[in-house]
């Protein structure tokens, strides 16, 4: 993933980063990766896969 260092409003953003920042905003508690199914390990990148297990019921 590229990383940009500007502000571009304009810029779609990704679900996967609205995950992590709300996660990380709010200080959710971190929660163990191997709640996400097999299928899910190999598509969330690695940098997310906290966030979006810390959120998954």
């Known amino acids: 993933m ?3 260092h500007t502000f571009c409003p304009e810029q779609n953003v990704q679900r996967l980063q609205v995950i992590v920042s709300l996660v990380n905003g709010v200080g959710l508690p971190a929660v163990d990766r191997d709640i996400l199914k097999v299928y899910s390990r190999h598509t969330i990148p690695d940098y997310a896969r906290e966030a979006v297990a ?3 019921p």
Request: proline share 0%; hydrophobic share 50%; charged share 15%.
């Open 2 to 4: 590229r990383v940009i």
């Open 54 to 56: 810390t959120t998954a």
